[in-house]
């Protein structure tokens, strides 16, 4: 089944060590989207990929980066996380063009826990 | 805005009866709008859509009710099943900003 995949599940990390987290799709979408989302909030947007052109949020701090190396694949580099940043992570993908939007697909998020 | 609610909205209904979740969105501009489910420890799911140019649309088992003239968004959900419960969120987009708003969401609770 094509699908939003990513990993790990569960990430547990060091005050200030730095973090990966991936996301990978098999629908080919040409949109990928970065949430945080922290206990009993919506979904919070950092950055999205429109192909290969990087959309930062305002708000979203320096501390938080991306990568996307090809259409399949989107990382989230956290690089000194701090006890904040301690969330759910989502990865979302959509198929946009500039004339017609559709819905977003979710994969099933990274818990982290920094330490 | 900021979303900072620590509390969901909590709707409780008994097994078998109908659910409506509401929601106010922001932007007059918006002209596309989804619900989301949202199941403990998942990421949210795709449960129906509607585009400004309609004010009704309906799926199985679910309706999205959309009022432009008060900004006003509603998902009623038939014969509400315990698997139904979860946190539905809606959210608004504004055609080519690719950038999903979403409200606060509501929690539904199902009685057996």
């Known amino acids: 089944d094509a699908m939003v995949i990513q990993n790990p599940r569960y990430q547990v990390t060091q005050f200030g060590k730095p973090v990966t987290l991936s996301c990978s799709q098999t629908?080919?979408?040409?949109?990928m989207y970065w949430y945080q989302q922290k206990s009993s909030q919506a979904p919070k947007l950092l950055f999205h990929?429109?192909?290969?052109?990087?959309?930062n949020e305002a708000d979203t701090p320096d501390n938080f980066q991306s990568r996307r190396p090809n259409t399949s694949f989107c990382f989230l580099d956290i690089r000194s996380p701090g006890l904040g940043d301690a969330a759910m992570y989502l990865c979302?993908?959509?198929?946009?063009?500039?004339?017609?939007?559709?819905?977003?697909?979710f994969g099933p998020g990274t818990r982290l826990t920094v330490t | 805005g900021e979303n900072v609610g620590l509390h969901l909205p909590t709707l409780s209904v008994q097994e078998g009866d109908n659910s409506i979740i509401n929601c106010a969105y922001s932007?007059?501009?918006?002209?596309?709008f989804i619900w989301y489910k949202q199941e403990s420890g998942k990421g949210p799911q795709f449960i129906i859509d509607?585009?400004?140019?309609?004010d009704k649309r309906q799926g199985q088992r679910v309706t999205v009710l959309l009022n432009k003239t008060v900004k006003h968004l509603s998902l009623q959900i038939a014969a509400t099943q315990p698997g139904d419960s979860a946190v539905y969120f809606c959210?608004?987009?504004?055609?080519?900003?690719?950038?999903?708003?979403f409200g606060q969401g509501t929690r539904l609770t199902i009685n057996p």
């Open positions: 979302a993908t959509s198929r946009d063009s500039r004339w017609q939007t559709y819905e977003q697909y």
């Open positions: 629908l080919n979408h040409n949109v």
């Open positions: 990929y429109y192909d290969k052109d990087f959309n």
């Open positions: 932007n007059s501009a918006s002209d596309y």
């Open positions: 509607i585009r400004s140019n309609m």
């Open positions: 959210a608004e987009l504004l055609q080519g900003a690719q950038k999903l708003v």
